[in-house]
């Protein structure tokens, strides 16, 4: 939301007044999102009053892509589906992101469309797709094997 600050923007609208210690509580519950995804320079950065411009314009695709992921864990949902949601992040970035999510979501769902196959290596389950069609499946130590597709996808990165 443009008129919104970035703190406003993590909690997707304004802090509801009139709730016992709610301010208190949401402050809590973003700085624990921030830390656990390793944000906190990137907000120190902005700043929690910066407006963010239209569509979060004036933040960069790094900061918009960290941000939309704060808002996703906050809710503490029971099950989160992420499309290549570290594309756009640096190498050690990627890493951390998915070590504290993976960490964060334990107990719960995480399902993920890596855009770099050895990153899969981190899940419970593997299911390679080409050509839109499921072409293996299964935990990824059985399925990185020579000959393999998950093999070839991790010899091509």
């Known amino acids: 939301t443009a008129a919104a600050t970035l703190q406003e923007n993590i ?10 210690r709610g301010v208190d509580r949401v402050h809590t519950a973003i700085a624990e999102v921030v830390d656990a995804l390793d944000l ?24 918009r892509q960290k941000l939309a992921l704060a808002r996703a864990v906050l809710k ?22 998915t070590t ?10 995480l399902i993920w469309t890596l855009h770099r196959a ?3 290596k981190a899940f419970d389950r593997t299911i390679v797709v080409r050509s839109g069609r499921v072409v293996e499946q299964g935990r990824f130590d059985e399925l990185n094997r020579p ?7 991790i010899a091509a990165e």
Do not use: W
């Not at 906190?40 to 900061?63: A, E, M, Y």
């Not at 099950?79 to 890493?95: C, F, H, K, R, W």
């Open 11 to 20: 909690v997707f609208g304004k802090l509801v007044y009139g709730h016992a």
């Open 40 to 63: 906190r320079q990137s907000v120190i950065g902005v700043g929690l009053d910066f407006q963010v411009g239209v569509g979060g314009g004036r933040l960069s695709t790094v900061q």
């Open 76 to 97: 503490r949902p029971d099950v989160l589906i992420l499309n290549e949601a570290t594309a756009v992040l640096d190498a050690g970035s990627q890493s951390r992101l």
């Open 100 to 109: 504290a999510l993976l960490e964060e979501f334990q107990g719960r769902g």
């Open 118 to 120: 050895s990153f899969a």
């Open 147 to 153: 000959g393999s597709v998950l093999a070839e996808l």
